[in-house]
C-alpha cells in the first residue's frame, strides 16, 4: 500500500523540480515568450487576466529612496511593481519641503505622465529644483 504512494509521491517532485526555473528579477520574460507555466497557461491565462481585472490589481511603490548629489539637490528614486496584467498609465506630482516640513513653492511640481507595462517592475527620479529641499511628499492620480 505504500509503495504506490511513495512512488506518486517521488514523481510529484521531479516533476515540480523539472518544471523549476531559477529567475533573475532584473529579466522580465514576456507570456508570449517564456514557456506556459501551471500558474500561467493558455488555458489558464484568461481567467487569471479576468480576475486581476476583476480584483482591481494595479501599481504599488515597494521603495522610495532618497539621498543628495555631488550638487547639493536631494534626488528621490521610486520602485514600483505593476500587478496588473494591463499596462497602467498614471500621472504623478512631487512636491518639495523644507526643513520646517513646509512646501517649497517651485514651477517643477507638475502633474507629470507615467507607464506601467503589465506585470512589469518600474522606476523614475525626480531631482529637487532647490538645494533647501530635505524631505518630499508625491501624489498621484489616473492619467486621463
Known amino acids: 500500500m505504500k509503495k504506490p504512494i511513495n512512488i506518486l509521491f517521488i514523481s510529484a517532485v521531479f516533476v515540480f523540480v523539472g518544471c523549476y526555473e531559477p529567475k533573475d528579477t532584473r529579466i522580465h520574460l514576456r507570456e508570449e515568450i517564456r514557456s506556459d507555466t501551471l500558474d500561467s497557461s493558455i488555458v489558464t491565462r484568461p481567467v487569471s487576466h479576468a480576475f486581476s481585472a476583476l480584483i482591481g490589481e494595479g501599481i504599488g511603490i515597494s521603495r522610495a529612496v532618497t539621498r543628495r548629489n555631488n550638487a547639493g539637490f536631494l534626488e528621490l528614486h521610486i520602485e514600483g511593481f505593476n500587478k496588473s496584467y494591463e499596462t497602467k498609465r498614471f500621472r504623478y506630482r ?51
Do not use: Y
Open 94 to 144: 512631487v512636491e518639495w519641503l523644507d526643513a520646517d516640513g513646509l512646501l517649497l513653492e517651485t514651477k517643477t511640481s507638475v502633474w507629470m505622465p507615467m507607464s506601467a507595462m503589465g506585470k512589469s517592475p518600474f522606476s523614475f527620479k525626480v531631482v529637487a529644483p532647490r538645494t533647501e529641499a530635505v524631505n518630499f511628499r508625491m501624489d498621484t492620480r489616473k492619467w486621463e
